[in-house]
């Protein structure tokens, strides 16, 4: 079992930036597709950015493209977004995931606990 716990969150104003990474526990983490997750107060949960297992495939919600990067370390097991250019709908608790596949498109079967991102207008 992967357990999965994010860090970063804050509270930033708009055009800022802030950074979240997962750390990962468990074997074979790498070898897995991860996502980050987002879920504001009264919306569902929306998929934000993936990353395949070997990083050669990544996907972005078109609301964060060009302001979002997510990358990875599989040899310290973490997964980390870039966030810049914050606007005041990017106001979430953010979810770390891990795929039950090697890519993007598979369910996924283990979440974080989420860590609170607030930009301010």
């Known amino acids: 079992q992967v357990q999965l716990v994010e860090s970063g969150g804050g509270y930033v104003q708009t055009g800022g930036s802030l950074r979240l990474s997962c750390a990962a526990s468990g074997r074979f983490f790498s070898s897995y597709a991860v996502a980050w997750f987002r879920q504001a107060p009264g919306k569902e949960r929306e998929f934000v950015a993936g990353?395949?297992?070997?990083?050669?495939?990544?996907d972005y919600a078109d609301s964060v493209k060009e302001r979002f990067t997510i990358s990875r370390d599989n040899g310290k097991n973490t997964v980390d977004l870039q966030m810049n250019s914050l606007k005041p709908e990017d106001t979430a608790v953010y979810y770390c995931?891990?795929?039950?596949?090697?890519?993007?498109?598979?369910?996924?079967?283990?979440w974080g606990q989420g860590t609170q991102v607030t930009v301010s207008s």
């Open positions: 990353v395949n297992w070997n990083r050669r495939r990544t």
């Open positions: 995931a891990k795929s039950s596949g090697h890519e993007l498109g598979a369910e996924y079967d283990s």
